[in-house]
């Protein structure tokens, strides 16, 4: 495709309701990241796979959050029983190796 | 843990000053990325360092990458208002972990 492409763009959640983010990389890009951006703060790490091998997960901030992409494309982001500082803008990249990442537009979730 | 620390946080220059920012890590990186971000878009990557002491330039740009690896620079000659966005560093520690800057947000005033 053109791009990383994210969807939904916007999501609106009850706190305690599951949700699912997805993201199609762009064709061929091997790795794929997950980041978490607050407003005005620069994006944090959530996860990062290698084709469907996802090699750390360190930055998921609780087993709430749970990552998952089984044929090494599309890749999905849950949060189950979400809270509100689940709030942000969660960001999809993908990239091939030394050449940077490219950034999808996101996904503003809102937990009420 | 590792952590990339970006100064300063916001940057108000008058158009055609000159802006700088800079990054620092406590630990060696394997390379540096810089990525910009306009207001409501998402970052958008603008080069990566790897080299030891390495330079590289895109037009009024300046990248610097330390030569120890720790530490990285972004230099902007005589600023535009087409400069304005947060302007992230982004360290790799294993190729794989990426540890993004908290930004320096660029204001310039035409």
């Known amino acids: 495709g053109a791009g990383v492409s994210q969807s939904p763009r916007y999501k609106v959640a009850k706190r305690g309701q599951d949700v699912a983010l997805r993201c199609d990389p762009i064709?061929?890009?091997?790795?794929l990241f997950w980041y978490q951006q607050a407003l005005g703060q620069g994006p944090e790490f959530l996860t990062y796979f290698q084709n469907e091998a996802q090699l750390d997960k360190s930055g998921l901030p609780s087993d709430r959050f749970f990552a998952e992409r089984p044929e090494g494309s599309v890749s999905t982001l849950k949060i189950q029983r979400t809270q509100q500082e689940d709030s942000a803008v969660y960001l999809c990249?993908?990239?091939?190796?030394?050449?940077?990442?490219?950034f999808g537009p996101g996904t503003r979730l809102t937990v009420l | 843990g590792q952590q990339v620390m970006q100064i300063p946080q916001y940057q108000h220059v008058q158009e055609g000053e000159d802006f700088t920012t800079y990054c620092n890590s406590s630990t060696t990186l394997s390379n540096i990325q810089w990525y910009k971000q306009r207001p409501g878009g998402h970052p958008v990557f603008l080069i990566q360092?790897?080299?030891?002491?390495e330079v590289k330039k895109q037009k009024r740009l300046t990248f610097q990458f330390g030569e120890a690896k720790k530490n990285s620079s972004l230099h902007i000659t005589a600023t535009q208002t087409t400069d304005v966005g947060t302007y992230f560093c982004?360290?790799?520690?294993?190729?794989?972990?990426?540890?993004f800057g908290a930004g320096t947000r660029l204001t310039v005033k035409p």
């Open positions: 064709s061929g890009h091997v790795s």
């Open positions: 982004a360290g790799a520690y294993n190729n794989n972990d990426m540890r």
């Open positions: 990249a993908s990239g091939r190796p030394l050449k940077g990442q490219f």
């Open positions: 360092l790897v080299k030891s002491g």
